[in-house]
Each structure stands twice: as C-alpha cells, then as structure tokens.
C-alpha cells in the first residue's frame, strides 16, 4: 500500500502522526508509527482489529512516497520479509556508513520462530544462505546472546 506524505514546501515534509526512533539511510527513512496514534492506519493482511500493532514504513526519499509494511503472513510480524534465506523479518535499528543496515533478533525467538512449517511458508531465493541459516540454528541454544543480522542495501 502506498501513502504519499503532503508537504507544504519542496523541503519540508509533514508527518501526520508521532513517530518512534527512525533510521535514515542516503536513500530511505525507515519508521515506525506509535502504537498510540495509528488508529487511522488500515490493518495489515493478518493483523486483526484491536489487535496491538506498531505500523512500519519505509519512505523513498528520491521518490517521495510511503510504503506501509505487509504483516507476514506466518509469523504475524512487520517487517522487510527476510526472502533471502527464509529468516525472521528485518527491521533495520542501525545503519552503517557501509551501506549496510542492522537489525538484532533474540535466539529464543529465532528457535521458536524458524520451524520447517515456517520455512515452507516462505520464498527462498538463496538455497545456500538458507542452509548456512538452519546450520546456525542447530548450534543456536535459547539463552545465547542476541544475533546481530547485517544487510547490505541495493544502491
């Protein structure tokens, strides 16, 4: 679903609604909508009413548009699909001078989450990173510490 923000100038954007910590990339604003003033926001496929949510969208700067995230269908989570390797849905929470944005998952949720139903229900398009992410997930004991997920952006 595609929204566009209105501005009142070339150089100011107006934001409708109060946003949590955003992350800002050369190209892209990665934000989220607090929880508290998204109730205007239509649901995503397989969020239910009155179920708690926290919208999260991306905004192409070059492009000026707002991209509201889908909920994965499986999961239940928002998030950038993960359709490398069939892993858990990304949400940047860093970016690096590289290019590169960061996101940190739990290993008990990575456990709980990443079952072969899970999997099935995903497209893979990197059968490799795919098994490199099982063979991490076999030596992953819950109580480890969190994984750190690096991505590379696409210029």
Do not use: C
Request: charged share 25%.
């Amino acid at each position: 679903m595609y929204n566009e923000m209105r501005s009142n100038s070339s150089s100011e954007l107006v934001i409708p609604f109060e946003l949590n910590p955003i992350v800002g990339t050369p190209n892209y604003i990665f934000f989220s909508i607090m929880p508290s003033v998204a109730v205007n926001i239509p649901y995503p496929k397989g969020k239910k009413e009155g179920e708690r949510m926290t919208p999260l969208g991306i905004y192409d700067i070059a492009n000026k548009k707002t991209k509201l995230l889908e909920t994965d269908p499986f999961s239940r989570k928002v998030g950038l699909i993960n359709d490398i390797d069939g892993g858990l849905s990304f949400w940047p929470k860093y970016y690096t001078s590289s290019n590169e944005v960061v996101d940190v998952y739990q290993a008990y949720e990575m456990k709980e989450m990443l079952s072969e139903q899970y999997f099935a229900s995903h497209e893979i398009k990197n059968s490799q990173a795919h098994h490199k992410l099982k063979e991490l997930l076999k030596n992953l004991d819950y109580e480890d510490n969190p994984v750190i997920v690096i991505a590379k952006l696409k210029k």
